[in-house]
């Protein structure tokens, strides 16, 4: 038997293929929606293993230090280093800020990190170039999506800091590219007033009898040299020994230290269930709206099309074509505009995505799953057209 | 030729009514007629005399409301449809040849052809081996690759009577076939029909108002306010 439904399209493949093109370019908004949303999910989870971190200790009650602010003393990784199951602790310090350089404005996480030795906690797992931070201060490592260069030297609040190294994927939860520098530095970017400021509050403590009383050599300094620097950081990540159970560790530094401890299953659901959860319903009403047009464009073509066929429809029930037939021609074409629309689809979302300014993950299983949900639309949609077609009276190709 | 025992076509009192109560219109008012194989006959009257109620019901497109229908010695309507599937009736037993060709366009001449016994099941190079056949009886096998829009209309009126002939049917139903052509592809057009219905013992009912072609049929219906009567045509020579 011929196969009616190709034979029509090759009869009009101009006029098919430019339809499908339309159909795929709103495909492809659909499976760049679907992959920003994927970016989002796989922000969080590179954010959580590049941490290199088995848990997270935060400031007790909060959902820190990605999701919520928190701030602990920078000596609590003493007490934690003791405790069985813990092979390694380090400081880290997170601030999104938003930096000037060469002309343009980037918005980044500046990531405090212990550069005692290399691999602490904390610190970006591999470079892409360079070499690690190995000075106290003024040094960085900083994401490639940054724009910066190796040696380039950039401003951030008060200081120059030199790019030493450069990493790859090394983002926030929101997309936002790192910059690492040395935790004091990252303490004094984050804590410190200005200048102003410690005028301000020095001259405040003098006026404070509390602080500056008769007798007391000493207090007034010691209360203004507090003022001045920072002992405070967002969390102390834990990389925990081969066989800990991240669990029973978690409660223990929860019990005996006051704090809280997330392991690193809680921090993705904080991370992907929590952190970005309204974004992702705002993406899924999207996602839905999206197909809910798609289904009615390819309804309303595949209408369209078989409208445009009535005298041939009449004609081929007249002379005896099965209803399965004309049923089959109209949804095989329905599945093939769908396929050229998924192909074009596929194909201009993985050209437009990396313009996008925020990560967008096309992930296989999704481009299956978007492939059948594709398909399934077209043939539902294609149901009013055979309704439509299966109405038409076979007398209408005698007239009269 | 003798006369074949069994008529290709005998209707017996065939009735149609459109509406019922006081809207209601008798179209046909009991329509005897009785066509041979072989036999192209022509059917003729005025506009709203029952011209097309009548073919429709002789395509079983739609169902008679009284009367009698034979079709090859069977039995397909007496007071109601004897055939389950008039698709299959329609397929298999009656050919149509419409004013305008009504190819389908999206195939070629020869897909044209081949797709009825296509529709019967013929596997496709049996198929196409019988399109062939016919459009090299009807002189356009030379344009069997081409597509219909590519034809002129005299080409594609010989495309559509392959087509229905395509599935051996033993009677076809032409309605205004000559209608968009001249008078020279207008005789062509009823001289190939009288071929085809010797060649193939193909009954042939020709509803026409086309006066330059009455003359050809040896045997004329005229049909007038839902009745027929039969009348000896002239049967000229073309």
């Known amino acids: 038997m011929i196969n009616l439904a190709g034979r029509d399209i090759l009869h009009g493949w101009g006029k098919f293929l430019f339809t499908g093109v339309g159909l795929g370019l709103l495909i492809g908004a659909t499976l760049t929606m679907a992959g920003v949303f994927r970016g989002m999910v ?17 400031q007790q009650g909060t959902l820190g230090p990605y999701a919520e602010p928190s701030s602990i003393r920078d000596d609590v990784w003493r007490g934690i280093s003791g405790m069985p199951g813990v092979a390694e602790t380090g400081n880290a310090a997170y601030l999104t800020i938003q930096m000037a350089h060469a002309g343009r404005e980037t918005r980044v996480m500046i990531v405090g990190i212990e550069v005692d030795r290399p691999n602490r906690p904390g610190a970006p797992p591999y470079l892409a170039a360079g070499r690690p931070i190995l000075q106290g201060h003024y040094e960085a490592i900083a994401d490639e ?64 009898p509390a602080f500056n009383r008769p007798g007391v050599p000493g207090l007034l300094e010691a ?63 999207f996602l839905v709206i999206l197909a809910i047009v798609t289904a009615a464009i390819v309804a309303f073509i595949i209408y369209t099309m078989t409208l445009a066929k009535v005298r041939e429809i009449a004609v081929l029930k007249l002379i005896g074509a099965r209803n399965r037939i004309i049923a089959g021609m109209i949804l095989q074409q329905a599945l093939g505009l769908g396929f050229i629309g998924f192909l074009v689809g596929r194909v201009s979302a993985g050209l437009w995505g990396p313009a996008f300014p925020k990560y ?17 639309i077209c043939a539902l949609a294609s149901l009013f057209a055979i309704r439509a077609a299966l109405a038409i009276d076979p007398a209408e190709a005698i007239g009269g | 030729m003798d006369r074949p025992d069994t008529p290709a076509i005998r209707l017996t009192g065939l009735k149609k009514r459109y509406g019922t109560g006081d809207a209601a219109v008798d179209a046909l008012k009991g329509v005897d007629m009785t066509i041979w194989p072989g036999e192209v006959v022509g059917l003729v009257g005025p506009s709203g005399s029952g011209k097309t109620t009548l073919l429709k019901c002789l395509g079983a497109v739609i169902e008679p409301t009284g009367g009698h229908m034979e079709l090859a010695g069977e039995t397909i309507y007496d007071h109601g449809w004897k055939i389950p599937d008039l698709r299959a009736l329609r397929r298999d037993r009656i050919g149509f040849v419409f004013q305008a060709p009504y190819l389908i366009p999206f195939l070629d001449v020869t897909d ?59 009677i076809i139903l032409a309605d205004e076939p000559t209608a968009p052509l001249d008078s020279e592809r207008a005789l062509t057009v009823i001289r190939i029909l009288n071929e085809m219905a010797v060649q193939y013992q193909t009954a042939i009912i020709v509803v026409t108002h086309d006066e330059k072609i009455i003359p050809t049929f040896k045997r004329i219906y005229h049909i007038r306010d839902g009745k027929t009567h039969e009348e000896a045509g002239e049967g000229r020579a073309i």
């Open chain 2, 112 to 170: 044209n052809v081949a797709l009825l016994p296509m529709l019967a099941g013929k596997d496709n190079a049996a198929a196409r081996r019988r399109a062939l056949e016919l459009l090299t009886a009807l002189d356009v096998a030379h344009r069997a690759r081409a597509q219909v829009s590519q034809l002129s209309g005299g080409e594609q009126q010989r495309v559509a009577i392959a087509r229905s002939l395509a599935n051996h049917a033993p």
């Open chain 1, 223 to 285: 209360a203004q040299g507090a003022a001045t620097q920072s002992r405070n950081v967002n969390t102390v990540l834990v990389r925990l020994t081969p066989g800990a159970d991240p669990e029973a560790v978690a409660s223990e530094i929860r019990r005996w230290k006051r704090l809280t401890a997330y392991t690193r299953a809680q921090m993705e659901d904080i991370l992907i269930a929590k952190l970005i959860a309204t974004s992702a319903k705002q993406i899924g009403m």
């Open chain 1, 42 to 58: 796989d922000d969080g989870q590179v954010l959580i293993d590049n941490s290199g971190a088995d848990l997270w200790v935060v």
């Open chain 1, 145 to 208: 999506k940054t724009g910066l260069k190796l040696g380039e030297r950039v401003r951030i609040r008060r200081h120059d800091y030199t790019v030493v190294g450069l990493a790859r994927r090394m983002v926030s939860s929101s997309g936002d590219p790192m910059i690492f520098v040395p935790l004091k530095d990252a303490q004094e970017i984050q804590f410190l007033r200005d200048n102003d400021a410690l005028v301000n509050e020095r001259a405040r403590t003098a006026a404070n």
């Open chain 1, 360 to 376: 967008v993950l096309l992930l296989p299983a999704d481009a299956i799953a978007g492939f059948v949900i594709v398909m399934a």
